[in-house]
């Protein structure tokens, strides 16, 4: 992707959807769904919120403000959320735009210490099992082994837990809490009566006790929450893979020569060293030095792209090559690196519309739950089975019953799937988005700098007949007249005269006339008095009037009918000779080479294609024809693409349709905003700033194949979320019923509440072997 591509998505201060009305806090503590809601009704009472979001996988809460507040309350009004996040038993810290993610390094032990532990003091009471002798160990030396495991490594169930209930609600920690002392405390009762029976067969014969189930489950539990945590993390690469590209320190151009300096002292205006090999540290412009970077990290442009002075540099590029001094343009969070990563986060901490009915369910989840383990302890003891293992029966349902895998279920994939679109140049700015874009059944694409290069070319040329001047005689004129020019066409002719490697003759006394062209004079030679001007139609006849078109007919028809801007080359001999049509040059957008593939993609997918041009309707649908395009709508001035949009929408017989707009300009946004997808592609030309914020999905480079791709990312997305939650709930549906009528002792019970877990967002992590 262009350079200029890149920066046209710069963000400007305060960029990005939750820059100015909302905080991030980063939330500790949390172990289930429920969580999740209890934090969500915690910052919710908050006064002047709007509305608060919390990740269960990120650990991160995005809270709304009604008011934007001001910079001097902004401090007291974070530290009123942090309060409240406190009173609810948890813990949390704001978070900012350069540590949006946790650092990926933890402490080995602290993850993995508790689980080892508990291992080893819950292995010596399960091996016995596994030959049958249940009695191996007398009761005191399972006391000891059980104990330390249940109130010091299970401490943390019993402190979240009580936190939980303080505040009214009910999570994970409770189960978990609830089911292991149940077992303790059977076995120690058991234990008891025991040793205090006057039964004299007692005495050669040990108590059934539970010890082994209360420390097995609380070893497996937290097993289970070290496997989630690091599979949570993985789930997170793609920010960090973001993050890394900031170097820590840079080479700074200064009065007294080259010194390295941290990054975050660095200031805008500052001139910095790139040695090849480096990344650019932030974004700016080339001021010495020539070569090519790598961008694909940020936008998935495969190819290197070339640099010279006066070409700007995003931050986190790698310069492969050459040396390079640049003048920073931007810095921290104003980057275009950091409005990417914001971008990614944004996403992740998001709802799903999907996850608002989970926690709905959530919120019921663990009182559900409750009440089905009295029943069960109830029914068993009804039945005559006695009260041990009635009790045995409801520690399983407390077990296999945790909500952390529905949680999980939904953010996880999502996670996942923006993570693995980012890496290709997808930016999916909030899930609702990725979640309606798989139902998708219309793509409508604005044409000029979407389906083609959104820059003129120089695409064919006639010379008249008789003039003295050949092809290449009349491109040379044609260049010369346009050296210096900036206007699109001018470098149009002037990029077609360096492809052929023509050199120009230098023209006198260069002229512009606004809006018709450009006229000069030759300056020696025998065509020294005649005078040149390129221009438009309206300039020719008014410098022409009396000249016949007839013999340029036929080309001008065909020239129109594609769509193609017609300039005209004239020559006036020495005065008062007739101005005199030397040539005529056609202009064309040239079409994107992915066009025509993305295009036959989306069909592939089963979705219809439209374009939505301005262009006349025979150029329009000449376009449309070469790509295969279903439908063309043409002549619509931009401030109507948003009404063929809806009316898209309404579909055929009343039935409606799905629609996505893909658009890459200003003229675009309503259009992008009114469609189901907004799908804003990056433009070389700049002034996308517009479409992006109305967008919900961006697609950081110029290809037209990233939209089929935007589309089948989502897909898969979707699918995992069902397959996550069918994971989720059928633990449930089938393990709650199953321990309820015995089929589950409470080590299973906690083994398959740990891989419940695991599976989901490992199932989710699928996601990341995908490839655009």
Same mark, same amino acid.
């Given at each position: ?331 921290? +969070? ?44 109830? +029914? ?36 996942? +799937? ?224 948003a009404d063929h949009i809806q009316r898209l929408q309404q579909g055929q017989g009343g ?25 804003a592609m990056a433009n070389p030309q700049g002034g996308a700033d517009v479409a992006l ?8 480079? *110029? ?26 709930? *059928?633990?449930?549906?089938? *393990? ?35 490839r655009a």
């Amino acid at each position: 992707m262009p350079a200029s591509e890149v920066s046209s998505l710069a963000p400007s201060a305060g960029a990005g959807p939750a820059a100015d009305h909302a905080v991030q806090l980063a939330v500790r503590g949390m172990t289930c769904a429920a969580c999740v809601t209890r934090v969500e009704r915690a910052l919710s009472k908050v006064p002047g919120v709007a509305k608060a979001q919390v990740n269960f996988a990120t650990e991160m809460a995005t809270v709304q403000w009604a008011v934007p507040p001001d910079e001097s309350h902004a401090t007291a009004q974070a530290d009123t959320l942090l309060a409240a996040i406190e009173r609810a038993g948890y813990h949390a810290q704001v978070q900012h735009a350069d540590d949006t993610v946790v650092e990926e390094v933890v402490p080995w032990w602290d993850v993995w210490g508790a689980v080892l532990l508990g291992a080893a003091a819950s292995l010596p009471l399960v091996l016995p099992m596994l030959w049958g002798d249940h009695h191996f160990w007398p009761a005191w030396v399972q006391f000891a082994l059980a104990t330390p495991v249940q109130f010091l490594l299970g401490a943390r169930f019993y402190k979240a837990g009580w936190a939980a209930l303080k505040a009214g609600s009910g999570n994970m920690d409770q189960l978990v809490a609830l089911g292991t002392s149940a077992a303790w405390g059977l076995s120690m009762w058991l234990w008891w009566r025991h040793s205090h029976s006057t039964d004299p067969h007692a005495a050669h014969s040990a108590p059934e006790l539970y010890f082994e189930s209360a420390a097995v489950v609380i070893t497996l539990v937290l097993l289970g929450k070290a496997l989630e945590a690091r599979a949570k993390r993985q789930t997170t690469a793609a920010i960090r893979a973001l993050q890394s590209l900031r170097p820590d320190t840079v080479h700074r151009q200064g009065p007294q020569g080259e010194v390295e300096v941290p990054l975050k002292q660095v200031l805008v205006d500052d001139v910095l060293i790139v040695r090849p090999g480096e990344r650019i540290p932030t974004d700016g412009v080339v001021i010495e030095g020539s070569g090519h970077v790598d961008e694909s990290l940020l936008t998935g442009e495969p190819l290197p792209v070339s640099k010279a002075p006066g070409d700007p540099l995003t931050g986190g590029a790698i310069n492969t090559e050459a040396r390079l001094l640049m003048r920073v343009t931007a810095v921290g +969070g104003q980057t275009m690196l950091a409005h990417i990563i914001r971008r990614v986060v944004e996403a992740q901490a998001v709802k799903a519309p999907i996850q608002r009915v989970v926690d709905r369910v959530s919120a019921v989840f663990v009182p559900t739950v409750l009440a089905i383990a009295v029943l069960t302890a109830l +029914g068993w003891w009804w039945a005559g089975v006695g009260g041990e293992v009635a009790l045995i029966r409801a520690v399983a349902v407390l077990v296999i019953a945790c909500p952390c895998a529905l949680g999980l279920a939904t953010p996880a994939a999502i996670m996942a +799937g923006t993570g693995a679109a980012a890496r290709y140049g997808i930016l999916i700015k909030d899930p609702e988005a990725l979640e309606v874009a798989h139902r998708v059944q219309v793509v409508a694409f604005d044409k000029t700098g979407t389906l083609t290069q959104g820059r003129p070319l120089l695409v064919d040329w006639q010379v008249a007949a008789g003039q003295g001047l050949d092809r290449t005689q009349a491109l040379q004129v044609a260049a010369a007249l346009q050296t210096g020019s900036e206007h699109p066409l001018a470098r149009a002719v002037l990029d077609e005269a360096a492809r052929q490697g023509l050199s120009l003759p230098a023209m006198h006394d260069l002229q512009a006339v606004a809006g018709r062209g450009i006229q000069g004079v030759l300056p020696s030679g025998a065509d020294a008095s005649q005078t040149w001007a390129l221009g438009s139609t309206r300039w020719m006849s008014e410098l022409c009037p009396d000249t016949s078109l007839s013999p340029w007919s036929d080309k001008l028809d065909a020239w129109h009918a594609q769509g193609h801007t017609v300039s005209w080359l004239l020559r006036q001999g020495p005065a008062p000779a007739a101005w005199q049509v030397i040539a005529l040059m056609a202009f064309g957008d040239e079409l994107k080479p992915e066009a025509a593939a993305a295009v036959k993609r989306l069909h592939e997918l089963g979705v219809r294609t439209v374009m939505i041009s301005g262009d006349n309707r025979s150029a329009a649908e000449h376009i449309g024809h070469q790509l295969g395009i279903q439908q063309v709508i043409a002549e619509v001035l931009p401030g109507d693409k948003a009404d063929h949009i809806q009316r898209l929408q309404q579909g055929q017989g009343g039935a409606r349709q799905v629609v996505a707009m893909v658009g890459d300009g200003i003229n675009d946004a309503p259009a992008l905003a009114a469609a189901d997808v907004g799908m804003a592609m990056a433009n070389p030309q700049g002034g996308a700033d517009v479409a992006l914020n109305a967008a919900g999905i961006t697609l950081m480079r *110029g290809d037209p194949t990233l939209v089929p791709a935007a589309l089948d990312i989502s897909r898969r997305t979707s699918a995992k979320i069902w397959q996550n939650l069918a994971w989720a709930f *059928g633990y449930n549906i089938i *393990g709650i019923p199953l321990a309820a009528f015995g089929g589950l002792n409470p080590m299973l019970a906690g083994a398959a509440m740990a891989l419940s877990s695991v599976s989901v967002v490992s199932n989710a992590l699928l996601l990341s072997r995908w490839r655009a």
